[in-house]
DNA sequence: ACGGATTTGACT
DNA sequence: TAGTCAAAT
């Protein structure tokens, strides 16, 4: 259901841009004999030619359409070329088209706040950069105005297929001009130049809406398709929702869509206008009901995100009809290729972005034959996440056992000898959410202990000292006791191991701050016996809570001087940026950075990091010990676009190809680093502790002492200032 | 016996 | 919170 936001304040630029049918142009930029021939993207070629999934241009004009069965687009086309999507695993790979996506985005992220909306659909917020334009060169002012970017078709203006460039030309120049209109027309040039931009890297083109707000961007994108844009001036907003029908908008393509029409009779955005909002919400309930009462007078106040990487992966396949699994072994086979391709881009995203994924969600869909009672639904079923591809293997399996059990019921069916009992599953997908930055922190410790230089750590070395690592909690949102009683402490085991090569600590190197986090923890095996959820069949819910309980443990960072991986948002680098170019202060719309906070609570005995400090060199010891430590921050995690054009140099740079495509060696490599580390994290000697730089010792010892730090350090300490990296430091 | 495979967001 | 449902591409 859509909710209302509030409207902020001042008119805002806002941009949706959208990939032409991207699959295609993917294809055609793979193989350029593709291009210029109707061309479309399909899926499965086994059964009546596969499914389209994306129309190259020219194919759309004899009538060819998405979700046509490639047989169907023949007849519609005989000369149309049907591209397969890769296959990997027996599944559709999309990667390919994820990682064509990301170029663009990286491009698009360059002025203004970039929220990638779909894996080939952004929206911008360009009010600052818009603004500045305006401040400094007016376009009426401008003499040579960019001439691609006069061709924007402008509502209300040159709809009537009149010449672009001369309305629009007049239309910048009228001298009473609405200074929105400006504003948008300065975003104009501005997505103009970001397509043309596009064009250039990546040879894909891509069509645009320019509005005052999402909704009217998003709709003025589709307008005029391809790579043409489209503005929406405030004053034709009124005339252009007037006879949109109301399944055109987002959010109403369904069922709400429809109940407009059957219920209300509402067949345009328009005839909504009659409806007071008292009707609306009393029929759709407050928040929809002030949504649409928004929505029918072009009113969202949605902000654009400031988010460049996508908030889950997932993986599925469906198995419709005959397909259907109906063994235990067959669903784990399937479960087993999912879980792999899930892995390798969870793994993919640590490498490149430094994220970590902490719930595991397991869907399905099935059908029982008998059993005819209570139409329900297989259940959906997550639980911490602990990397490694037979860990996700394990854990997927049991959730899906667990689901299965309770799908079931008390019905007389049964999975008997895992054999066919009138079940059946026709979709099954594994999906990562939770996603977190990774402190950069992470990078700085394992520097120390490995008296390495290079710049930032890879996901090899975070594996290899948390080769478990799978935080219980998402980081950066827990919150503890003083300001935020609402949520526990975190606990932590210690059954977390870590290990491998012996640190060659350089004393000089440590110039370093050190601190401690929650955030990324450990879900564990335990050491003696063994992984519980290793038993495949039974105590599936010991297993859960189990896994949940363990599932944490303690991260240490250490934080150099001169920080490796930049973690500050794009929100925040904008501010910056922009405070510095302009000298303004609050240019910047929208959510601001959050105040953050932290506090570290400790249970009993002396942290983890201590111990963590120093095995290497020798195992033994059974000590254990708890620490509780919560933080709360919202801008240390998140680690953006702006960084990740360091990443890419640094990728083409001296990072092997898979990396920068996001598919990292996997493979025989993660057997090999399981059995190269075997120690564990209790027997880690304090002693180290000494060793440390004395800042950091009594750093450590008062972020170490229990006590409630009710109110974060402000100034004076290391550690405080570390993490207040927004302001001021 | 399906348009797949993904992703997001709200509600309970 | 986990799990469900709607919606979009």
Redesign the pocket.
């Known amino acids: ?3 209302a ?1 509030p409207e902020s304040s001042g008119a805002r630029v806002i941009a949706h841009v ?2 032409d049918c ?1 699959y295609v142009q993917v294809e055609q930029r793979k193989q350029p004999h593709l291009r210029g021939q109707p061309t479309a993207v399909v ?2 070629n086994s ?2 030619g596969g ?4 129309v190259g241009y020219e194919a759309r004009k004899d009538g060819v359409k ?4 490639g047989d169907e687009a023949k007849k519609a086309c005989p000369q149309i070329q049907l591209v397969q ?1 890769p296959v990997a695993r027996g ?5 390919t088209y ?1 990682n064509a996506g990301s170029e663009v985005v990286s491009i698009l992220a360059r002025k203004g706040r970039c ?7 952004v929206y911008l917020d360009l009010t600052d950069a818009a603004e500045a334009m305006l401040a400094e060169a007016p376009p009426e002012s401008s003499e040579r105005i960019d001439e691609e970017a006069l061709k924007s078709h402008v509502l209300g203006l040159n709809e009537d297929g009149s010449n672009l460039k001369e309305t629009v030309r007049e239309w910048l120049q009228r001298s009473e001009a609405d200074h929105r209109d400006k504003l948008l027309a300065c975003g104009a040039f501005i997505v103009a130049d970001l397509r043309m931009q596009v064009l250039k890297e990546t040879e894909f083109t891509c069509s645009a809406g320019i509005a005052h707000n999402k909704m009217l961007a ?1 709709l003025a994108s ?1 307008m005029n398709k391809p790579a043409q844009q489209t503005v929406v001036p405030f004053a034709s907003v009124e005339g252009l929702l007037e006879h949109l029908p109301v ?1 055109k ?11 407009l029409q059957i219920d209300l009779g509402v067949n345009t955005v328009g005839e909504l206008l009659q409806f007071s909002e008292d009707k609306l919400q009393e029929r759709y ?4 009901g002030t949504w649409l009462w928004n929505i029918a007078r072009g009113i969202s106040g949605e902000e654009v ?1 400031g ?1 460049l ?16 699994l109906k063994t235990i072994a067959s669903v784990e086979h399937w479960l087993n290729e ?1 879980c792999e ?1 899930l892995s390798e ?1 969870l793994q993919s995203d640590l490498d490149v972005n430094k994220r970590i994924a902490h ?1 595991l ?1 397991l ?1 399905a869909t099935a ?1 029982k034959s008998s059993d005819s009672e209570s139409h ?9 996440l602990r990397y490694g591809p037979t860990k996700i293997k394990e854990d997927t399996l049991n ?1 899906f056992q ?2 299965l059990r ?1 799908y079931i019921g008390s019905s007389g069916i049964c999975t008997h000898g895992s054999r066919y009992r009138g079940w ?1 599953i ?2 099954l ?1 594994v ?1 990562a ?2 996603i977190v930055a990774v402190p950069s922190g992470t990078c700085s410790i394992m520097r120390y202990f490995h008296g390495q230089d290079q710049s930032c750590c890879s996901s090899e070395q975070v594996k290899d000292r948390f080769p478990e690592a799978a935080p219980s ?2 980081s950066g ?1 827990e919150s503890y006791s003083g300001s935020h009683p609402t ?1 526990p402490p975190i606990k932590f085991h210690e059954e977390a191991r870590i290990g491998g090569a012996m640190p060659i600590v350089d004393e000089n190197e440590i110039n370093t701050e050190v601190c401690m986090r929650e955030d990324t923890c450990a879900a564990l095996q335990p050491v003696d016996g063994q992984d519980p959820s290793c038993s495949s069949q039974g105590a599936h819910h010991e297993f ?1 809570q189990e896994t ?1 309980a363990l599932s944490s443990s303690v991260r240490a960072v250490v934080l150099p001087g001169t920080q490796c991986c930049t973690e500050l948002n794009q929100n925040e680098l904008h501010m910056e940026s922009q405070a510095e170019e302009t000298g303004t202060k609050y240019l910047w719309r929208g959510t601001r950075p959050r105040e953050q906070k932290r506090k570290l609570v400790k249970d009993k005995g002396s942290s983890s990091i201590l111990r963590l400090f120093q095995n290497f060199n020798n195992s033994s010891s059974q000590k254990r010990e708890h620490a509780t430590i919560t933080d709360e921050t919202q801008a240390s995690s998140s680690l953006n676009f702006q960084s990740m054009g360091t990443f890419s140099e640094l990728n083409e740079a001296e990072v092997p190809k898979e990396n920068l495509l996001g598919m990292p060696t996997l493979g025989q490599q993660d057997e090999l680093r399981r059995d190269a580390w075997d120690y564990k994290i209790d027997e880690i000697d304090p002693t180290v502790f000494n060793e440390l730089p004395p800042q950091i010792q009594q750093e450590l010892r008062a972020w170490l002492r229990p006590q409630k730090r009710a109110n974060l350090p402000k100034r004076g300490s290391t550690i405080a200032h570390y993490f207040l990296p927004t302001k001021n430091t």
């Not at 599944?91 to 990667?95: F, M, T, V």
């Not at 309930?285 to 929809?288: D, E, K, S, Y």
Request: aromatic residues 6%; positive net charge.
């Open positions: 259901m859509p909710v936001r959208d990939m991207f899926q499965y059964w009546k499914g389209l999934i994306a998405r979700s046509m069965r999507v599944k559709a790979d999309l990667s994820r929220e990638r909306a779909s894996i080939d659909e998003k589709g399944k908008m987002k959010q109403l393509g369904g069922k709400l869509g429809s109940s309930g407050v928040n929809t995100e988010r990487l996508p908030k889950s992966h997932g993986s599925g396949k469906t198995f419709p009809g005959p397909q259907a999912l391709e881009r719930t969600t869907h059908f329900r639904n297989f259940p959906s079923k997550s639980c911490p959730l667990a689901g309770e059946g026709t979709s997908s999906s959410s939770k909690s998402p949102t949520e859960i949940s």
